[in-house]
């Protein structure tokens, strides 16, 4: 019988946050794969854990995720946590987790922190459907080429990001969704815990003055949002207002049809409905 797979996760950075499971779990497996054996260690010396650790990251995901499945196979158990949070989650652990299903081991998941989720729910803005998007890509040209793709997405959207490029992303969201209400949780359970809330054209504002510090996960409302001031002036109202700003015409009917999940077409419809 092939052993078991346990994915824990672990705190996001207030120790209280370790969950009784985790701890039971991390001392009754085989083995401990984690991302940096320094960081775990002092982590599983908190709750006096000494169980074995073996390095699981990045650049040798693959191989080591052939030797955990040759552990699963003769039954000993291996658990997977990250640096943070939950394993899997824009940080190692899916690899390790296809391969334990190949050989038909169980895969178990302890639940716990996870910055994405807790931002969201912080936010303020609607937790029906949400786009999670991990990390930005680190260049303007892809970060926006991003935005433009989940624009229309009808979801809350979230995305992390790292302190020097929050800004530059806000600037880019607010450039390709135009000005929505957003969120920018900045170091969830920690002591400098802060959930800043505006348009984007307010937190870029405030970033762009002062580059932040700490970790960052950015929350953005959708397309068509009644809490969007935005969508709630009339369309030819919208394209004045962006003409005033220096935009011109049909660029702003293209940026109005976005703001609203709709068409160029559609947006032009309603405008001509609107003049009627
Ligand atoms: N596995 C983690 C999770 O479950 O959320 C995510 C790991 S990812 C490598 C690190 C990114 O997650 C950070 O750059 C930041 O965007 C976000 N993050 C992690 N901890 C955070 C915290 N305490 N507050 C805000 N964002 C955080």
Redesign the pocket.
Known sequence: MPGTLYLV?TP??NLQDMTFRAVEVLRSVDVIACEDTRHTRKLLNAFEISTKLASYHEHNEEERADEFAKLLAEGKSVAVV??????????PGFRVVQKAIEIGADVVPIPG???????VIASGLPTDSIYFG??LPSKTGDRKKRFREVAAIPATLV????PHRIAAAIRDALTELGDRQAVA??????MH?EIIRGMLSELFERFASDQPR?????VIDRAGSETSPSISISISDRIAQLEIEGVDHKTALKQVAKERGIGKSEAYRLLQSEKQ
Do not use: H, M, Q, W
């Not at 990250?82 to 940080?91: E, K, R, V």
């Not at 922190?113 to 931002?119: I, L």
């Not at 995305?159 to 790292?162: A, K, N, P």
């Open positions: 996760a996001i950075g990250s640096d943070a949070g939950t394993p899997g989650i824009n940080d922190a996870v910055a994405f989720v807790n931002a991990g990390f995305f992390y990001e790292t949780a900045r170091e969830l359970t920690k815990e700490g970790e960052f996960v950015l």
